[in-house]
C-alpha cells in the first residue's frame, strides 16, 4: 500500500471532502425523501420497530473487529498483505460466531419486544445484512488508508437508491414492516458488489501472534470505545425500547434522526477524512494544528447555521406539511437534540485527533465518563419527566466538549475561538431574525424556502463581514488542491 507525503495527504484530503460532500448530499436527500414518504405511509409504531431493531443490530457490529481496522489506518508504517489477511481472518471468525447467535435467539428477541413475525424477519433480514456489511471491510481500508474518499462514497450511494427504492414501493403497496425486510437486504448486497468492483482484493486466511499483538495494542482500547459509545446511544435505544410506549420511541428516532442530519451530511464526511489524515500527519505536529482548526472551523461554519434554522422554522414545516402533525410531541426533543449536534459538532473532531496521535486512552476515558452519565441520568429522566428527558440529558452531557477543548491543547496547539466563534454568532444572529420575521412571514411552502434563503443570505453575509480574510484564503487552497 502507497505512503504519502503531506502535498498529497492536503490535495487528497481536500478532494475527499468535496468528493463526500457533494455525493453524500445526493446518498442523504436520498434518505430525508424516503424517510419523508415513509413517515406519510407507514405509522409511527412501525417506525419504532425498525429503531429499536436497528440498534439491536449495531449492538453485533461494534464486537466485530476489536479495532483492528482503525489500527491498520492509523498505523505509521505501511501496511502488508499479511495484516490485512489477519485482520480479515479474525474479524470474519468473530461475526460468523455473532451471526449465528444472532439467528439463534431471534424468536426471544421477538418475544422480549412483543414482536410479530414480520418484526422477527426484520431482524433476521438485518444480522444477515450484518455479515455482508462485514465482508466489506478490507476494501474500506485500502481506499480510507491511501485517502480514496472519492470512491468510498459509491457503494454508498448505491447502497441508499438500492433501500430508498425497495422501501418506498414496498411501504406505498402497503407491506408495513415488511418494507424494511426486503430494504435491507437490497442494500446489503448491493453494497457488498459495489465496493468489490471499485477496490479489489483477494479474501486470504492469515495469522501471527507478533502480528496480531501489535495491532491490539492499538485497537482493543479503540474498540473499547466504540463498544461505550454502543452502550451509551444504541443499548439505550434498545432499554427505552422496553420501557416506553414504541410510539414514543418513535418520537425519540424522528427528534434525533432530523438534528443529526447536519452531522450526517457533513461532519460525518469531515470526520471520515480527518482520522486518516489527522494519522498520517501525527509526525508533523505544526501540519496536524493547521488542519485541526480547518476541521473544526468547515464543521462550525456549516452545522451551526443549519441546526439553528432547522429548530427555529421546523414547526411551520410540521404545520404545512399534510399528516404530519402526528409528529409535534418530537418538537422539544428536536432542539435538546440539535444542542447535542452543535457541541458534537466541536468534540468529535478533536477526539478524533486524539486518536489519530495515538492517545486512544484519553479518549477511553471520556467515554466512560459519557457512558455513565448517561445511564445514570436518562432513566432518572425519563421516569419523572417523559421522553423527552432522553434529548435533555443527551444536551447536557455534550456540553462537557468546553473540556474537551482545553484538554486536547494539552498535545496540540489550536485556538478554538479564532475557527468556532464567528460560526456562532453569524448563526445567533440569523436565528434572531428569522425568529422574529417567521410567525408574520411564512403561510405556506413558498414563504417557508423564502425563510430558509433569506437566512442563507444573512448567514454567509455576516461570516464575509466578519471571516473575510479567513474565508478567502480557504477558497483559494481549495482552488489551488482541487485544480492542479
Partial sequence: MEEIDIALITKRSIRGIFALTSRTFVVQLIGLVTSFVLTI?????????????????????????????????QKKEPVTDEELKITFTIQQTLIVTLVVG???????????????????????????????????????IILERSLRFEKLVIPQIVETFFFSITAVSLAIAGFGITSFTFAVLARGISGLLTIYIISPWKPGVGFSKKVLSRLLSFGVPFQ???????????????????????????????????????????MDNIIRITFPSFSRLQEERSALSFAVEKSIFATSFLIFP????????????????????????????????????????????????????????????????????????????????????????????????VFVVFLVRKYIDFNIFKVAAYPALASLIMGVVLYLLSPTVISNAYTLI?????????????????????????????????LR
Fill in 41 to 73: 405511509f407507514l405509522s409511527p409504531s412501525a417506525f419504532g420497530v425498525f429503531f429499536v431493531v436497528s440498534a439491536a443490530i449495531a449492538f453485533l457490529s461494534y464486537f466485530s473487529d476489536i479495532g483492528l481496522a482503525a489500527a491498520l489506518i
Fill in 102 to 140: 444472532a439467528f439463534a435467539l431471534s424468536n426471544f428477541v421477538g418475544s422480549f419486544y412483543d414482536l410479530n413475525r414480520e418484526g422477527i424477519l426484520l431482524f433476521q433480514a438485518l444480522v444477515f445484512s450484518f455479515f455482508l456489511s462485514s465482508l466489506k471491510t478490507i476494501p474500506s
Fill in 224 to 266: 473499547t470505545n466504540s463498544v461505550l459509545a454502543l452502550i451509551k446511544d444504541d443499548l439505550l435505544i434498545v432499554y427505552l425500547g422496553k420501557i416506553l410506549p414504541l410510539s414514543e420511541v418513535g418520537f425519540i428516532g424522528f427528534a434525533q434522526k432530523w438534528a443529526f442530519t447536519p452531522l450526517r451530511l457533513i
Fill in 306 to 401: 443549519s441546526l439553528v434554522t432547522l429548530v427555529i422554522l421546523f414547526p411551520y414545516f410540521i404545520d404545512l406539511i399534510p399528516k404530519y402533525s402526528k409528529w409535534e410531541p418530537a418538537l422539544l426533543s428536536l432542539g435538546f437534540f440539535s444542542a447535542n449536534a452543535a457541541f458534537s459538532s466541536i468534540s468529535t473532531p478533536l477526539t478524533n485527533a486524539l486518536n489519530a496521535i495515538g492517545k486512544i486512552k484519553t479518549t477511553l476515558y471520556l467515554m466512560i465518563f459519557w457512558t455513565v452519565t448517561t445511564w445514570i441520568l436518562t432513566p432518572l429522566g425519563v421516569f419523572y419527566f417523559g421522553f423527552n428527558a432522553v434529548s435533555i440529558v443527551s444536551a447536557i452531557i455534550s456540553s462537557s466538549a
Fill in 450 to 482: 423564502f425563510m430558509i434563503v433569506l437566512g442563507g443570505v444573512i448567514y454567509f453575509s455576516m461570516m464575509f463581514i466578519m471571516a473575510r480574510e479567513q474565508i478567502i484564503a480557504d477558497i483559494k487552497s481549495i482552488k489551488t488542491n482541487l
